[in-house]
T-cell receptor, first 111, second 113 residues
Framework: DAKTTQPNSMESNEEEPVHLPCNHSTISGTDYIHWYRQLPSQGPEYVIHGLTSNVNNRMASLAIAEDRKSSTLILHRATLRDAAVYYCILSPTGANSKLTFGKGITLSVRP | NAGVTQTPKFQVLKTGQSMTLQCAQDMNHEYMSWYRQDPGMGLRLIHYSVGAGITDQGEVPNGYNVSRSTTEDFPLRLLSAAPSQTSVYFC????????????FGPGTRLTVL
């Protein structure tokens, strides 16, 4: 399985944009890039996913490099509630595809 | 929709006891899975199912059994609990029109003494 590399932690200020990087140099052509986050004492929740093009939804934006070897999750305006562990995961689409979680990146948000 | 529900929320077992963690979803999702999360770690896949009657092993299946007799339910059975199984267990499901979005339950915190 292709692996992802994320920094261990990152800090941001409230109401400022946050860019969370993820490297995945061994990504295959069929791998989707998924992002999940886990708030303290909760189960993970889906944030966004993409294949080749940049993606936007109500929670975040996903910027994917042209060679697909890296991606960046963008939170446009961090709030205290965004403090969480963010996981970048590669997985092909399909009924049997599995999500393999690494340690993720811990985002702290300063008031 | 209640989404993915798990019971119990907390459980304390003695070594050697058996128990079943319950998981149910009301979204008619085909795919369901069980993960465990140890302190400071990411989630590790225990077992998964792509539909009723079909189950398969994940990354850390030893000591756990699963069955999928209905689309809605996916119980996880600990055969003989060991302290190494102390962890937080998450059930998840996905399917339908948003197949790439996996929904997680709130978790069961299990302590084995």
């Amino acid at each position: 399985d292709a692996k992802t590399t994320q920094p261990n932690s990152m800090e941001s200020n409230e109401e400022e944009p946050v860019h969370l990087p993820c490297n995945h140099s061994t990504i295959s052509g069929t791998d989707y890039i998924h992002w999940y986050r886990q708030l303290p004492s909760q189960g993970p929740e889906y944030v966004i996913h993409g294949l080749t093009s940049n993606v936007n939804n109500r929670m975040a934006s996903l910027a994917i490099a042209e060679d697909r070897k890296s991606s960046t999750l963008i939170l446009h305006r961090a709030t205290l509630r965004d403090a969480a562990v963010y996981y970048c995961i590669l997985s092909p689409t399909g009924a049997n595809s599995k999500l393999t979680f690494g340690k993720g990146i811990t985002l702290s948000v300063r008031p | 929709n209640a989404g993915v529900t798990q019971t119990p929320k907390f459980q304390v077992l003695k070594t050697g006891q058996s128990m079943t963690l319950q998981c149910a979803q009301d979204m008619n999702h085909e795919y369901m899975s069980w993960y465990r999360q140890d302190p400071g770690m990411g989630l590790r896949l225990i077992h998964y199912s792509v539909g009723a009657g079909i189950t398969d092993q994940g990354e850390v299946p030893n000591g756990y059994n699963v069955s999928r007799s209905t689309t809605e339910d996916f119980p996880l059975r600990l055969l003989s609990a060991a302290p190494s199984q102390t962890s937080v267990y998450f059930c998840a499901s996905r399917g339908g029109s948003s197949y790439n979005e996996q929904f997680f339950g709130p978790g069961t915190r299990l302590t084995v003494l």
